[in-house]
């Protein structure tokens, strides 16, 4: 086997044979991979489908007997990985039929270890809701082919191909870290000197719709750990874009841009606020009405979530330091 493709998964039975079948019309020959799902105690049928399924390439299925988190997920399929490259990829990601090879030739050709990091679109089936079209929520998951390098916190954990050798010397993912995981991951290997690159060629499909409350607390609980990451890396404060802007005023040491953009997070992030934001929402969503005002809404919305699961995460910090 020259790759093994990783692919945590709870309960996303709906999903997963598209992703299983899209791996079986890879144009890299199916004998050179694996795949590797680990089925994190699902109850939908997920485990029957995968040992049941049919496909070109080697399936093996890995069991936890509880939903961990998709860290303890990635860590034990890295561990049983036969290949000496892994390719992590969620079980909603459809890829196209170049998406392998794409992310091998990125390793032979570095001379150096890198982190190969592909680009994820919406699946257009899946996205029907009012406010994913307007929106267009999952594009900052879209890098495109403009840069060559990316830095740690673009990174995502989506679709990620690395060496088994260099997972050995970054260390696993922090299970500790839900949400955050991914640029943490990144930012150790950078911090090893070890380039993050742009694989702009593998594509995959996000096969993943979500609701407005769904996206709610997606936000909320990826900015809430976001503290406890600054906290094991306090150097990287001020260095991550659209941080900074998350943290509690800093009253006398504040630059009027600094001010004024914390200022305005703390008012979308008001609970009165964010409740007619939502309410809005739910009622544009039904009527279908609006859409740029809809768009504005909606990420002032995300905007509200993220400074507001930030601030709870700076206090549990607080309480725990």
Known sequence: MNISIVMPNHNR???????????????????????????????????????????????????????????????????AAKSPLVILLDADIISEPELVQTHIDLHHKSPQPVLGCG??????????????????????????????????????????????????????????????????????????????????????????????????????????IIPTFLAMHPEVRGVIPGIAELEPIDWGHESLASFSAKAQAGFWALTGVRAGLYRYLVWAEKQRAFPRLTKFCYYRLMLGEMRAGARQGQQLATREA
Do not use: M
């Not at 050179?32 to 699902?42: H, K, L, P, R």
């Not at 390098?149 to 870290?177: H, M, N, R």
């Open 119 to 224: 680009r994820l679109l919406p699946y257009q089936p899946a996205y029907q809701r009012f406010i994913e079209q307007v929106a267009n929520p999952e594009s900052g998951l879209d890098r495109g082919t403009e840069l060559e390098d990316f830095p740690f916190w673009y990174a995502f954990g989506g679709q990620l191909s690395f060496s088994g050798l260099t997972f050995q010397q970054v260390g696993p993912f922090s299970p500790e870290l839900k949400g955050a995981e991914d640029i943490e991951f990144a930012y150790r290997a950078a911090q090893l000197g070890i380039g993050i690159k742009n694989c702009f060629k593998a594509v995959g499909y996000h096969n993943h719709s979500r609701s407005l409350e769904e996206r709610c607390e997606r936000a909320f609980v990826y900015w809430r």
């Open 13 to 79: 039975v709906d999903a997963l044979p598209l992703t299983l079948e899209a791996l079986a019309q890879q144009t890299y020959p199916a004998d050179q991979f694996e795949v590797i799902v680990v089925d994190q105690a699902s109850t939908d049928g997920s485990r029957e489908l995968v040992t049941s399924f049919t496909a070109p390439y080697s399936l093996r299925l890995v069991t936890q007997d509880a939903k961990y988190g998709i860290s303890v997920g990635r860590n034990g399929g890295v561990e």
